[in-house]
Each structure stands twice: as C-alpha cells, then as structure tokens.
C-alpha cells in the first residue's frame, strides 16, 4: 500500500513552466507504476503521462507528448511532472495515482479505474 501527496501547482501566466510533484508519504513507489492525470473543468480525470518505477521507462498520452515530461527521484521516493509553456486550456486539477507496473507496461494505464492508489490533488491555473 502507498500513499501519494502531490505539490506544485499555483497560478502562472500562459507560456510559464510549473514541476508538480508526487512524493509517498506512506510505502514506496519501487512496486509500482505511478500516473499523473488531470481534470480540467468539465471533463473526466484525463491520463497525462506514467512511470514505470522498476523499468525507469515513462509513458505518455499522444496529447501530452512533447510539452510534458514525468520524471523521478529515487532517493526522494519522488515523481514529478514537469510542464512547460503552459495554455489555459491546461489549468485543472492534477493528481497523481499508483497502479501495479504491468498495466502500464501491457498498454493500458490511462483510464483511472485501472489506478487504486490516489493523491488528493493540486490546483493548476493558467491565466492568459
């Protein structure tokens, strides 16, 4: 069992950068793949992009290829998402979610019942 306790967001202006990040309080993420989705305003939770811990390999949403990149720090037991040129279209809400690495490795992993662990989630804003 993990927990996960994201941090990072805050309001920024569109062309800004903002790393968010995935830390686990409880457990750690060495049995897991770890997932970030989003949820902007009037939308189901949206898959972003995931981390194999054991593989070292991520994944993304075609969506979020190229402005997105998720990454870890195995000495802080840490997973972040770092975003840059940010639109408003991004802002919402991110979280952070742990599922076991084979989901994400078979293809799968971007629908969040797939995930059982979850953080609470942190607030992005981007103005325009």
């Known amino acids: 069992q993990v927990q996960l306790v994201e941090s990072g967001g805050g309001l920024v202006q569109a062309g800004a950068s903002l790393r968010l990040t995935c830390a686990a309080s409880?457990?750690?993420?060495?049995?897991?793949?770890v997932g970030w989705f989003r949820r902007v305003p009037g939308t189901e939770r949206e898959f972003v992009a995931a981390?194999?811990?054991?593989?070292?390999?991520?994944y993304y949403a075609d969506s979020m290829q190229g402005r997105f990149t998720i990454s870890r720090d195995a000495a802080k037991n840490t997973v972040y998402l770092q975003m840059n040129n940010l639109k408003p279209e991004d802002t919402g809400v991110y979280y952070c979610?742990?599922?076991?690495?084979?989901?994400?490795?078979?293809?799968?992993?971007?629908?969040?019942?797939?995930?059982?662990?979850w953080g609470q989630g942190t607030q992005v804003t981007v103005s325009s």
């Open positions: 981390f194999v811990w054991s593989l070292g390999s991520a």
């Open positions: 409880e457990g750690t993420f060495s049995s897991y793949a």
């Open positions: 979610a742990a599922t076991i690495p084979a989901t994400v490795v078979a293809g799968h992993g971007h629908l969040p019942y797939e995930y059982d662990y």
